[in-house]
């Protein structure tokens, strides 16, 4: 089935540690985008890519890197410059304009 | 800046009941509005997508209209089963500059549907 898989499900950083979080998606979708969620909160754009070699800050992109050097994967790398990361993170995906957006299982990120 | 507004942020049902979930956003230029919906610790599943031209959709039991004009979406759920127990989210595209690739979120209505 296609999907969106995003690894691990559960992640702890230690202080000073730069940690990255896996998503990967079999939907052929161009698009791909990370959010954060924090508690009572609704998501907010870390980061987007809508091609190959090219992506975009979001609204909270400081802290945090990506890379898109292939369709189907679109990595995170949580920085130590990330004070506050505790957080519950989203990867999604879209093939296009108009299209709806599709959501990965998230990875739940602790300090340790 | 488009601003989401989702009231209220939690309501309980008894089984049975239909029952609807609002949604207000300031910048009514908006490409289209999407409902998902998300269990405790899990990601978020699309609901309905609603294109800027339309007025509603349909799937199942879930209805979603639309009043661009006014700023303001409605998610109806016929009968409500304690299935339908999840936070429901609602997100807006919008043509502002700057933003037409990104999704604004509200923060969501916890529904919690009783037995």
């Known amino acids: 089935d296609g999907g969106i898989t995003q690894s691990p499900k559960y992640l702890f950083r230690k202080e000073g540690q730069n940690v990255t979080l896996s998503c990967e998606q079999n939907?052929?979708?161009?698009?791909m985008y990370w959010y954060r969620q924090d508690p009572g909160q609704g998501l907010r754009l870390i980061y987007y890519s809508q091609i190959v070699n090219d992506f975009q800050k979001g609204d909270i992109a400081e802290g945090y890197s990506v890379s898109r050097e292939k369709k189907e994967s679109f990595p995170l790398t949580v920085t130590s410059a990330q004070k506050n990361p505790t957080a519950f993170y989203l990867c999604?995906?879209?093939?296009?304009?108009?299209?709806?957006?599709?959501f990965g299982d998230g990875t739940r990120l602790s300090i340790l | 800046k488009q601003e989401v507004t989702q009231i209220p942020a939690a309501l309980s049902v008894p089984e049975g009941e239909n029952l609807v979930l609002n949604c207000s956003f300031t910048?009514?230029?908006?490409?289209?509005l999407q409902w998902f919906r998300q269990d405790p610790g899990k990601g978020l599943t699309s609901l309905l997508l609603i294109q800027s031209s339309q007025r509603e959709q349909t799937s199942g039991r879930l209805n979603a209209s639309l009043d661009k004009s006014s700023g303001r979406s409605t998610l109806y759920i016929a009968a409500s089963q304690p299935g339908d127990s999840a936070t429901y989210l609602c997100a807006v595209r919008t043509f502002s500059s700057g933003s037409a690739r990104q999704l604004t979120f509200g923060s969501g209505t916890q529904l919690t549907v009783l037995p």
């Open positions: 999604a995906s879209r093939s296009g304009v108009g299209q709806p957006q599709h």
């Open positions: 910048d009514s230029a908006i490409y289209n």
């Open positions: 939907l052929n979708h161009d698009a």
